[in-house]
């Protein structure tokens, strides 16, 4: 078992810069890679970015490439999601996520979510 928390959401004008963790707590981090999600109103849960286990393979959805980037800490048992040119349809609760495949979690499937934090970017 894995639990997860989010911290680092807010409210941020367009063209600014947030940055998000994930804690994680229970069995070995470096067991899971991590993944990060958003869910905007009335839109489907979609997956942004995904690192293995040992940061060496990250995977980005086109939509973020070049502005977001996803790391971990494997010491400290937390990923992070560095935002960067920031857009309002960046508005959504974003989520992390821990699963046994880097693979799966590239399209979405995972075994461990956290609560969500909420982002909101203004115009």
């Known amino acids: 078992q894995v639990q997860l928390v989010e911290s680092g959401g807010g409210l941020v004008q367009a063209g600014g810069s947030l940055r998000l963790s994930c804690a994680a707590s229970g069995r070995s981090f470096t067991n899971y890679a991590m993944g990060w999600f958003r869910q905007a109103p009335g839109k489907e849960r979609e997956v942004l970015a995904a690192?293995?286990?040992?940061?060496?393979?990250?995977y980005y959805v086109d939509s973020v490439k070049g502005r977001f980037a996803v790391s971990r800490d494997n010491a400290k048992k937390t990923s992070y999601l560095e935002m960067n040119s920031l857009k309002p349809e960046d508005t959504a609760i974003y989520y992390c996520a821990a699963g046994t495949s880097y693979q799966r979690m590239k399209v979405g499937a995972t075994d461990y979510w956290g609560q969500g934090t909420q982002v909101t970017v203004s115009s």
């Open positions: 690192i293995d286990w040992s940061g060496s393979l990250r």
